[in-house]
Nanobody, 119 residues
């Protein structure tokens, strides 16, 4: 079992920045991947970014050049640095972790943190 706790959400003006943090009960490098999804009102949850066990980051196309994902294994924390925020980035952001054990995939979710970008 992996517990995930997000922090860092809030209200920001368009063009501003926020940094989200996801603290896991396991070292991120022990997990197959850990990352972020978001869900805007009335929309489906969508993938935003992830970082692999080996440390390779991947970002969804619409956030490339604005968001970066990184991890600090010593703090069991993954960060999502969000710059040049847009109104359409407004959503609840969820931390997600995937772990493979004996060929079984386990998926874990945090409770989510609200990000609101005002025009």
């Amino acid at each position: 079992q992996v517990q995930l706790v997000e922090s860092g959400g809030g209200l920001v003006q368009a063009g501003g920045s926020l940094r989200l943090a996801c603290t896991a009960s396991r070292t991120p490098s022990d997990l197959n991947e850990i990352g972020w999804y978001r869900q805007a009102p009335g929309k489906q949850r969508e993938w935003v970014a992830r970082i692999s066990r080996g440390g390779s980051p991947m970002l969804e196309e619409s956030v490339k050049g604005r968001f970066t994902i990184s991890r600090d294994n010593a703090k069991n924390t993954v960060y999502l640095q969000m710059n040049r925020l847009k109104v359409e980035d407004t959503a609840v952001y969820f931390c997600n972790a995937v772990q493979w054990l004996r060929s079984v995939e386990y998926t874990y979710w945090g409770q989510g943190t609200q990000v609101t970008v005002a025009a």
